[in-house]
């Protein structure tokens, strides 16, 4: 069995799952933000009065913190009002920073476990083995009420890496040649398997990259083989690891098929407007002008990133007329990046650092576009309108690339 | 059996373009459907003249992206009975089972034209074009997807297990 159908058969109690086959899973973690709102509703009109399980849901604020307006305002209220009377143990409100990184940091996130979480880059968890996947709000409600929900067991996608990054290319530009050759609908309802010796090199950040920006290829959910690296960080943060489940695929198990990368002589990529899979390399997209760069998000807002901005912002200044926004993934590596003085360089060099959180990403806050203007960014989607206007534009690269670029004022080669 | 007329959309239709994220703080259902589509360029004359009764027919991987169930309930909001592509994204997909609107995958999406008048079988996963004298054959759903559907929803269909 592959691990997707192993996590599957234990959790719904079976012996063997099969490709196709309908299961009811029991849930070890259940993750919402603002939109517990919605699952709360939802929850409500069920009508039970206790959720199945409070110590093992998880809720924080990320998507608009601090609230950025009235009804955000009631939102975070109506929540904290729920996490009371339910007495959920795991709420962090909005001092935590985004889920997809506050979760492993916090020890929610292990390998062998099912997760769900009512944002689609719940995928990122797959980084530590855990089948990890976002669902609606109303299912959540129904995970609330019962611990379980249904999966169809995906097939699998093995996608193999080998080689050595040049200077300056990392996980970000692998994710995104390989969504550009796959497609945006090459893994739908599929489970992704990544390995080789390239993925074995990479920290665990590089890591959450690549299970992060699956989504945009539409998989299920995006495993990297466990290893002792992910087993050094769960232990560090988890209590709760099972040491008697074998979280790696069977030598044995069927794959759709496998795939081979090779990134000795890849060059930094960059997905154009208006969609993740529209992958071209820099040296095509060069020179184009920018308003924005925005350094963050739960796809690249980590440390190892900060640390790569850092590097190159040092004694520099963003070009004029163009903003820079930095937003750090959590509270942990918010506080990490100051003690290492990377906030006083991004600051020296007139960039706008922000508070933990999704922010502009989604166009909710903090750096919305207008008309015609074009922001090259961290971040995972790249969709019309997704950043304001819906004559705006998007251009997705590494923090390397959205670095270098604001210094220049348009996007540039490294 | 469901009975209506054809809008057509094609690939790639993401979250952001049916219910664009700025109106993620509206909780008014009514008012959520006032922005049904609105991020797809040229919707103009669906978000017009869409009916009550409608039915989108749409393209590959549709409702990529978001979480978000507003789009389900902003496609719904407005009228749309079922919504019929050649492959949904499956966040999507598991909304609008969820929220109680039908959904069917089909390959022969092309052969369907806008506003056109068609019959959809949901248990057989069949699509009849009467004036042209077509059938299409779709994915069935389901029997727990039915039975999600039957009672407009999970909300309700859990309210009867209960």
Known sequence: MTLAEKILARASGKKEVTPGEIVMAKVDVAMSHENADVVLRAFRQIGVPKVWNPDKIVLLFDHRVPAECEKTAETHKRIREFVKEQGIKHFYDMQ???????????????????????????????????????????EMAGVWTTGEIWFKVPTTIKIEVHGKFKPGV??????????????????????????????????????????????????????????????????RKSKEISSTFNYTSNPNANYEKVLEFDVTSLEPQVACPHSVDNVKPVSEVKGVKINQA???????????????????????????GVRMLVIPASWEIYLK??????????????????????????????????????????TNRNFQGRMGSSESFVYLASPAVVSTSAITGEITEL | MIKGKVWKFGDNIDTDQIYPGKYLPLTDKKEMARHAMEGVPDAEKFI??????????VGKNFGCGSSREHAVVTIKGVGIVCVIAESFA??????????????????????????????????KGEIVNPDKNENYKGLPLSGLELDIIEANGLINYLKKQK
């Open chain 1, 170 to 235: 990392s996980a970000k530009d692998i994710i995104l040649h390989i969504i550009g050759k796959l497609g945006a609908d090459g893994a739908d309802y599929k489970s992704v398997e990544f390995s080789g010796p390239t993925i074995k090199d990479m920290s665990i950040a590089s890591r959450m990259v690549l299970s992060n920006l699956s989504m945009e290829m539409g998989a299920k959910v995006a495993f990297v083989e466990v290893d002792e690296k992910t087993i050094e960080y769960v232990n």
């Open chain 1, 337 to 378: 990046a100051m003690q290492n003085g990377y906030l006083e360089t991004f600051i020296k060099a007139g960039a706008l650092v922000l508070n933990p959180g999704c922010g502009p990403c989604l166009g909710a806050h903090q750096g919305i576009l207008g008309a015609g203007e074009v922001c090259v960014s961290t």
């Open chain 1, 294 to 320: 925005l350094l963050g998000s739960c796809t690249n807002g980590r440390l190892e990133d900060l640390e790569v901005a850092a590097k190159i912002l040092n004694g520099k200044k963003i070009a004029k």
């Open chain 2, 90 to 123: 499956s966040i999507f997909y598991r909304n609008a089972i969820n929220l109680g609107l039908p959904v069917i995958e089909c390959k022969d999406i092309k052969l369907i034209k806008e506003g056109d008048d068609i019959i959809v079988d949901l248990t």
């Open chain 1, 96 to 138: 935590a920073g985004i889920c997809h990184q506050v979760l492993p940091e916090k020890g929610h996130t292990r390998p062998g476990e099912v997760l769900v979480g009512t944002d689609s880059h719940t995928t990122t968890h797959g980084a530590f083995g855990t089948f990890s996947t976002g669902i609606g709000a109303t």
């Open chain 2, 48 to 57: 017009k003249n869409v009916k009550s009764g409608d039915i989108m027919v």
